[in-house]
């Protein structure tokens, strides 16, 4: 009797031990199931955490814990489903180089948190995300959220930027963005990168990809009004000629150039929209001066004039190798006399590569961009590709110029911000996936 009831009692608490286990490995593995069955939300996620971070201030560390999930979640999800992880592209080995030349640089100077963060934003993002793009983003759902987000991050943006020409400060968020106390060009539309360049740049490209979605009918209405209406005066509110010029210069590409007839008619209302906002403005006394003051100020010239005639001093000097971050600081000051600032900095991506990294740095550089261009263009014998799908084969032309606005920008700014990098890196590891499907027969965007 009591044997039996020893049985009975053991299975009983076998029965019960079951539940107790299976609700255990719930909580283990719900979270990598959750990691990897949505890649592209994860890589979104990343994105959205890179916005909101500033690579050169001290901010929380959201970004870094969401950039680890990612790259987790998608080699996870590589390995579930047996996809090759051989991704290897036309970019892969000259964005190593370039990352092992600045982790060579920033290894031989004492640790500073800003520059492993900026190391970060400059290269490891950028070599990341291109690699990774195209294992997140392989369907045509993928590709549609990556869309809506670009999307919604421009109409984001763009409001910021008009409540800064406003004047309506006390309405943005988050609130650090108005916060004079940090970052720089506190009197633009600077946006959550605390930069007004950074900010033109990304409303510039976000906003060719827009007119890209207007060609293929996604954006229509009373959307694509708001936009016509509202993306001049949010790049007006940069108060920034670099991005001024780069905006002029894509806009009247696309009216001139562009093989589809409804992008022309959308940017011709573009320039139109532009045109009577910027009269607009000028009707408003201190909307008038603030541009007209920026238009006439010259200190920022005379001091970019200062920095790159060092920096090309300093490029003849040590043409190879380059003098490295540490040595290159140190330098500039000895050399900037007529200007005082507690860091000096080239405001031109290309002579800060040339000076910290020599020839072989610029040798590199030019890899990468060679690459991105010829990476708007499809494989020979490619298949006919579904058209209406983001990124789809009538998207191909538009990519030299997303890549020239780019690079345009990087002549005015150092390309140090990570969600800059990351929009343009990802769409570049799109492409590149895309291209390597076509190979093997698979339509582009599909």
């Known amino acids: 009797m009591s044997a039996s009831s020893g049985i009975a009692g053991s299975l009983a608490a076998g029965r019960d031990d079951r539940p107790i286990a299976h609700w255990l490995g719930g909580i283990v593995f719900r979270p990598l199931q959750i990691l990897v069955s949505a890649p592209d939300l994860w890589f979104l996620a990343a994105l959205l955490a890179m916005l909101f971070r500033p690579p050169d201030l001290h901010f929380y560390d959201l970004d870094r814990i969401a950039f680890g999930l990612l790259v987790m979640g998608v080699l996870l999800r590589a390995l579930v489903l047996r996809q090759s992880l051989r991704v290897y592209g036309r970019l892969t080995l000259p964005l190593l180089g370039l990352l092992l030349l600045a982790l060579a640089s920033l290894a031989a ?36 959220r990556f ?31 108005a916060d004079p106390n940090i970052g720089i060009h506190a009197d633009r539309a600077r946006g959550p990168f605390l930069q007004a360049v950074a900010n033109g740049v990304t409303l510039n490209l976000l906003g ?111 043409p190879l190798l380059g003098w490295g971050a540490e040595q290159m600081q140190s330098q500039l000051e000895r050399r900037i006399s007529d200007f005082h600032d507690d860091e000096f900095f080239f405001h031109n991506t290309y002579l800060e590569i040339g000076v910290e990294y020599g020839a072989l740095g610029l040798a590199l550089y030019a890899c990468v961009i060679a690459g991105l261009f010829r990476l708007g263009r499809l494989p020979r014998g490619a298949t006919a590709s579904r058209e209406g799908v983001f990124l789809d084969r009538g998207f191909r032309p538009l990519w030299p110029l997303l890549v020239g606005v780019y690079l345009l920008n990087g002549c005015f700014v150092v390309l140090n911000y990570q969600f800059v990098n990351g929009l343009v890196f990802t769409l570049a590891g799109i492409l590149e996936a895309q291209n390597r499907r076509v190979k093997g027969g698979v339509p582009c965007g599909s």
Not at 152 to 176: D, G, K, M
Not at 277 to 292: A, H, M, N
């Open 147 to 177: 869309e809506i987000f670009s999307l919604l991050v421009l109409a984001y943006l763009t409001i910021i930027a008009i409540l800064f020409l406003i004047n309506a400060r006390s309405l943005i968020f988050p609130a650090f963005i």
């Open 109 to 144: 100077q004492s640790y500073q948190a800003e520059s492993w963060s900026m190391f970060a934003a400059k290269w490891v993002v950028p070599f990341a995300l291109y690699h990774l793009a195209g294992l997140a983003f392989e369907d045509e759902v993928a590709l549609r």
């Open 208 to 318: 060719l990809l827009a007119l890209d979605g207007y060609r293929r009918r996604r954006l229509r209405g009373f959307a694509a009004l708001l936009l016509v209406s509202a993306l001049p005066l949010a790049v007006l509110a940069t108060k920034t000629r670099a991005v001024w010029l780069s905006f002029a210069l894509s806009v009247l590409a696309v009216l001139f150039f562009s093989s589809s007839s409804r992008m022309r008619r959308a940017c011709l209302c573009l320039v139109v929209a532009g045109a009577l906002g910027l009269l607009g403005t000028l009707t408003f006394d201190d909307l008038d001066r603030s541009l007209q003051s920026r238009l006439q100020e010259r200190s920022p010239v005379a001091f970019r004039f200062a920095m790159y005639r060092a920096g090309w001093e300093m490029l003849l000097e040590k």
